[in-house]
Structures are given as C-alpha cells and as structure tokens.
C-alpha cells in the first residue's frame, strides 16, 4: 500500500534560518503530493501541492519539488519566522483507483522557530 | 465564511457509552471524510462519503459508524468507545464526488475515553 515517511522532529530553528523538512513516499503510479500545516488548535490547512513529475509547488515563501526519480517531495524555506512555529504533514493521494480522495499522512513535523 | 465545523471540540467519556460527534459543512460539498490522528502515525481515514447515502470504509474504520442522510452533514458515531479510540478527530469536505479538489478540514475533536 501506500506510505508516506517524514523525517524525525521536532525541529528547532531561529528566526531566518534555512528550513528542511525531507518526506518520501511509496506508491503505484503517479500520486498527487502534498504539504499540510497545521498551527496550534486548528484544523489542517493545504500549504501547497504537486500533481505531476518536477512540478513545483510553492506557497508562502515554501517551495517543495516532485522527484520521482527519488520518490521525494522535500519542503524548503529559505527564512522562517516565528509564525511558521507548527505542525507540518507530507501527504499523498492517489490518482485514481478505488481509493476515493484518500489522503496518506507522514507521521508529522513538529517545527518550532525562536526570535 | 467557508468552513467545517465540528462539535464538540473536547469530550471525555467513559467506556461503553454511546457518542456522535458532528461535522457540518456550508460549501455544499459532495466529498466528506473522517480522520484520526495519533501521535507517531499522522493521520489515517475512518470513513468517507461521496454524496447523500454514499459512504464506504478508511484504513481504520473499526469501532465507529457514519450516516450521510444530508449533503452538508456527517456525524461519526461511536457505540460504544474504548480508551484505544482516544484521539484527535478531524472531519474533512471537497467538491466533488471522488475528493479529488482541495480537501478543508474542521478545527478537529480530541475525544478522551476512560
């Protein structure tokens, strides 16, 4: 089945440092990818997302690229700010099939940015 | 404003005794879902609804019931709770019958039982 995996958090940052957050997935074909921020007490919100191959989706000043080749969907900021201090979801959802807009999460990215 | 709302937010019960908890939407969504998110697991699908009478089973749908007798409307049900369904709750609509547009979630339900 499918799977999405995350790298450890939490992650600790200060203010305008570069920010990673590595995801990889496994899937048959040729999923849509996903990030999700989730900010203290709220629901979950699309931050930005890639349907095909080297597509790149940006948002915020967060930019993650589709690399099939690496089975890889890595978010990038270059500055953060306190602001971003959430959770962070690597997801993906199947092209078709029978699965239905069902989403597959990473386990979560703790991220917290000091002044 | 465009949301999901959920009711309640927070809830502690006890074993065995019966709970619903809603999830409503004002967007006139075909799509709707239910999620729980565990600690170290993200989240995983419960139940899902492509429309009125439409639903059909997530990852982990043991233990909980959904009804969809109206669009905008998708309680969970739990008969009868065990503390391995303490969690956090997240209901989720989109447009379209198969979820394939942007999915918006509710603020979520973290449901304790004891």
């Known amino acids: 089945g499918n799977s999405v995996t995350q790298m450890e958090g939490p992650v600790t940052l200060s203010e305008e440092a570069f920010l990673t957050i590595n995801c990889t997935y496994t899937?048959?074909?040729?999923?849509?990818l996903f990030w999700y921020v989730q900010y203290p007490g709220e629901g979950l919100q699309l931050l930005l997302k890639?349907?095909?191959?080297?597509d790149k989706g940006s948002n915020k000043g967060f930019e993650a690229t589709y690399r099939k080749e690496t089975t890889s969907f890595h978010l990038e900021k270059g500055s953060v700010q306190v602001s971003d201090s959430a959770v962070y979801f690597c997801?993906?959802?199947?092209?078709?099939?029978?699965?239905?807009?069902?989403?597959?999460f990473g386990q979560g990215t703790i991220l917290t940015v000091h002044p | 404003e465009a949301q999901v709302t959920q009711n309640p937010r927070y809830l502690i019960t006890v074993t065995g005794k019966k709970l619903t908890v809603t999830c409503s939407q004002n967007?006139?969504?075909?799509?709707m879902s239910w999620y729980r998110q565990d600690p170290g697991l993200g989240l995983r699908q419960i139940y899902y609804?492509?429309?009125?009478?439409?639903?059909d089973k997530g990852d982990v749908p043991e233990g909980y019931k959904v009804s969809r007798k109206e669009k905008r409307n998708f309680p969970l049900i739990l008969e009868s709770p065990s503390p391995n369904q303490t969690s956090l709750y997240f209901c989720?609509?989109?447009?379209?019958?198969?979820?394939?547009?942007?999915?918006?979630f509710g603020p979520g339900t973290r449901l304790t039982v004891t």
């Open positions: 890639a349907t095909k191959a080297d």
């Open positions: 967007m006139n969504h075909e799509y």
């Open positions: 997801a993906l959802r199947d092209a078709g099939g029978t699965s239905y807009g069902k989403l597959t």
């Open positions: 609804s492509m429309n009125v009478e439409v639903t």
């Open positions: 989720a609509s989109s447009f379209g019958g198969q979820g394939l547009y942007e999915q918006y």
């Open positions: 899937a048959t074909g040729y999923p849509s």
